[in-house]
């Protein structure tokens, strides 16, 4: 089987969705089903991908979105796609030649297509196209999005859902959610945990400590929450819980990594309004190397998202055996495995309840990094690239 795999460039920035699809990438070249993983990107992310394109498996082959002929040609394909929406799937033949990745699939003899973000490049092409449908969260906090964000992700989950050949999600309350508000057979859906045990960065190394508390200045045992600064992330709930840590005369540090957002200027008016400045250290996007060495040098992993398909620094943090606490909400609870170390992110006082445990408690800590590692060891005995393969199998039938 020669496999597709679809890196699109902004995944870099995209909070998870880049580590995901490393994951899954390691997953699946585990398989000798599979002869060769051809993995199509642009150009701009051949340096993120050096170390994993030196498997004799992987072959990348780039397209320059940034030609204007490229472009044009992309936004006439759906343009013409979402215009004739109505009139069903007759179309798709037409404007397939359009379509600059048409033909390189074919050229490239591929027997599928995995695009493992919520949108695809190309629908009903001449393989099977599979897409990952991480989450509907529009239709679980709608005043998180503007009009042309729900508009935008409306027409594209319309098209995405039903007119990808697969679909792909990491967990049951996704698909639950896509069966709930899109008219699609439960058969085309296919359940596929992420590899929770593996490492799904695309570099191995880390950077000494040193070096980051100097580069950063930065003192060891700082609370890291990794995660774009996206509403849903609750930011703001863990600036409150910051601000009673710090009346309380608690010397901590909270650090965030991840891409800025516009709300982050929401949130760097908190910050100054809680008196936090000193405390706070948002380091935007680091480079891989620095982020792991930021979560093995943390005395505390902390997620108050209020929704979460799936939260990779809570597997890294497992991975790591770096205390950590998350919130209860979608897969985190069934994640962690262990109602002690999760909390209701909107309630301030439970969540620094938990923190303060998770800093000082040295019995709480020890079991918490014990239980991590549990679940990473049955973790680790599922091959969780055989469900990628049915999925792909289904597909292909």
């Not at 995209?14 to 642009?42: H, M, N, P, V």
Request: with cysteine; net charge positive; aromatic share 12%.
């Amino acid at each position: 089987m020669r496999v597709g795999f679809y890196i699109h460039h902004t995944t870099i920035s995209a909070g998870g969705i880049f580590t995901y699809s490393i994951g899954i990438l390691k997953q699946l070249l585990k398989t000798d089903r599979i002869e060769k993983i051809i993995i199509i990107t642009s150009k701009e992310v051949n340096e993120k991908l050096k170390e994993i394109s030196q498997h004799p498996k992987v072959e990348i082959v780039n397209v320059n979105r940034k030609d204007p002929m490229v472009k044009l040609r992309l936004i006439c394909y759906f343009s013409l796609l979402i215009m004739t929406m109505p009139f069903g799937k007759i179309f798709f033949n037409i404007f397939n030649w359009l379509n600059p990745y048409s033909r390189l699939l074919v050229k490239e003899n591929l027997s599928i297509f995995h695009v493992p973000v919520q949108y695809a490049p190309i629908y009903k092409a001449r393989i099977p196209v599979i897409i990952t449908m991480h989450d509907l969260q529009e239709y679980h906090y709608p005043e998180f999005f503007s009009f042309k964000e729900k508009l935008h992700r409306k027409v594209n989950n319309h098209i995405a859902i039903l007119d990808s050949d697969r679909i792909i999600v990491s967990f049951a309350h996704v698909k639950k959610d896509i069966l709930k508000f899109f008219k699609v057979s439960e058969e085309k859906i296919s359940v596929c945990p992420p590899p929770f045990a593996d490492n799904w960065f695309a570099e191995s190394k880390e950077t000494e400590w040193n070096l980051l508390s100097k580069k950063y200045d930065l003192d060891k045992n700082f609370i890291l929450y990794p995660a774009a600064t996206w509403r849903h992330k609750n930011h703001l709930g863990l600036l409150v819980a910051m601000k009673s840590l710090i009346k309380e005369k608690i010397d901590i540090h909270l650090v965030c990594t991840g891409k800025k957002t516009d709300f982050y200027k929401e949130i760097q008016i908190k910050i100054i309004d809680y008196g936090l400045s000193d405390n706070i250290h948002f380091l935007d996007i680091v480079p891989e190397k620095d982020l792991i060495g930021l979560y093995k040098n943390a005395g505390l992993i902390v997620i108050p998202t209020l929704y979460e398909a799936g939260s990779g620094p809570l597997y890294e943090a497992m991975r790591y055996g770096i205390p950590v606490i998350c919130s209860n909400v979608t897969s985190l609870p069934e994640t962690i495995g262990n109602k002690n170390f999760i909390f209701n992110p909107n309630d301030s006082e439970e969540t620094i309840k938990k923190i303060k445990l998770g800093l000082f408690d040295d019995e709480f800590r020890k079991r918490n990094i014990q239980n991590s590692k549990e679940k990473m060891e049955t973790f680790r005995q599922i091959n969780f690239y055989e469900n990628f393969l049915e999925a792909y199998k289904k597909a292909l039938n």
